[in-house]
């Protein structure tokens, strides 16, 4: 594809604007691309310049400057705005500082805000067994404070046949 703009280089800049339901698409090459006003154009990236990006993007709103310039980890002193201008933290006490901020990224990122780890494949039955009594014993809390007494039994049931299993292979 030819750049839109000079129609004589390759066009690798391809920018898709949608603006009152009205598709554009724009095809530059890369000096035309830098050259105009309408298209931000950088070629820099780090992981540094993704996490701010998610980190900016997973709050509703504007993450506050206040909360930027206020918040410090007690332990080494990194504030929040220098965590998002570093894109790492300074010591581990700063997921507590920061755990308001940092929950939202890591639950995101990772899909969980628990680190489940590897699971050798050995020693794998049992880990998996007892990963799953734990998750039935979670859904039977969660059925008996719902008063899903039916449920809560099934459930009940299934702990303990699991749990047999589990002591049985050992």
Known sequence: MICENCNKNTATVHVTKILNDKKTELHLCEQCAKQSEGVPFDTSFTINNFLTGLLDSIHDSPIKVDYIKTTKCDHCGMSYGK??????????????????????????????????????KRAGANIFMKKEIKRLKAELEKAIRSEEFEEAAVLRDKIRETESQLHQDN
């Open 83 to 120: 965590f998002k201008q570093l894109g790492r933290l300074g010591c581990f006490q700063c997921y507590n500082a920061f755990q308001e901020k940092l929950l939202p990224l890591i639950k995101r990122v990772q899909g969980s805000e628990v680190h489940t780890g590897k699971v050798p």
